[in-house]
């Protein structure tokens, strides 16, 4: 029986993280199903979801323990439908990469809380390699990311990325019938939580955002733009728009007052180009939302 006297400190109320030391040597397991007063299948389905570490790493499946080390639980991990056909939402296959038609709600890579349930773990899963990431694409996006097979195209890629010479575009719906101007620049709040704050004002150590819209169409709740992305920052696109009075359909976070599916936003990454040794890939999918 462990001391009852073992200090509990909890931080990040809304995904239920806990702080202690362990009070002995021994399983881990057993030590967080005594400590937490949690069911033990409910702790091992944690460390198996990654959602727990210990002295900073993520812990593993029958990890032992020395007593007085640290362990932090994340009790509440934000969970992520993939039950998904995953093999047939590639869109194109290199022996290099693959290009993945990513679903909306979905992490694009493992989270703090959760290393099992985003596309990257998933995909690499399905085809049984292990992928890397080389872009991202926020949770609630869907569409083209790119995942490498090896580091040497990741590391090809991410210079691309730094030298401006990727071509990304997207296609959204947002909420406005007015014309939009062709190229929005704005400067981002160097802030990790969301929502993004942007101003058309330089502000020292704040991020430069830019991007274009090339087309739009005005319907008759909201229109349809057509997007080029030319910086990569977190939120840009969805920060970007709704600072002009046009956020994107679904985007509750940014302003949008229609909203069919609480986990569902009308941004789509359509569009994707770039060269790989000696040959230029361009890929896209359907422009068009149902």
């Known amino acids: 029986m462990l001391k009852k ?5 909890s931080q990040g109320f809304e995904y239920g993280v806990k702080h202690f030391n362990s009070p002995k040597s021994g399983d881990l397991s057993e030590i967080i199903t005594d400590v937490l007063t949690l069911p033990t299948a409910d702790v091992d389905f944690l460390i198996q979801l990654g959602s727990v570490y210990v002295s900073g790493k993520r812990a593993e499946v029958g990890q032992q323990v020395l007593e007085n080390t640290h362990i932090r639980v994340h009790t509440k991990p934000r969970r ?3 039950n998904y056909d995953w093999k ?10 693959v290009v993945l038609n990513k679903p909306n709600n979905i992490p694009s890579h493992p989270s703090v809380d959760n290393q099992i349930e985003n596309s990257l773990t998933q995909l690499s899963l399905a085809i049984g390699k292990k ?20 580091s040497e195209f990741v590391n090809g890629f991410n210079i691309q990325l730094q030298k401006k010479l990727i071509t990304k575009k997207y296609v959204a719906l947002v909420e406005t019938t007015e014309k939009l101007p062709n190229h929005l620049v704005h400067y981002m709040e160097p ?12 502000t020292e150590g704040w991020d430069f955002c830019e991007l274009k819209i090339e087309q739009q169409k005005i319907l008759d709740r909201y229109s349809w733009i057509k997007i080029n992305l030319l910086t990569g920052r977190t939120h840009q696109i969805r920060s970007q728009v709704s600072e002009v009075g046009a956020p994107i359909v679904g985007d509750k976070q940014y302003g949008s007052q229609i909203l069919e599916d609480e986990n569902k936003i009308a941004l789509r ?21 149902e």
């Open 88 to 97: 047939s939402r590639i869109v194109f296959e290199h022996q290099d990469f």
């Open 131 to 150: 992928l890397f990431i080389t872009h991202r694409l926020d949770t609630l996006t869907e569409g083209l990311i790119v995942y490498g097979k090896n």
């Open 80 to 82: 992520y439908n993939v």
């Open 269 to 289: 990454a359509q569009e994707i180009e770039f060269q790989w040794q000696n040959q230029s890939h361009h890929i896209k999918i359907s422009e068009d939302f």
């Open 5 to 9: 006297e073992t200090q509990i400190h």
């Open 191 to 202: 802030s990790p939580r969301a929502p993004k704050k942007v101003s058309q004002v330089a």
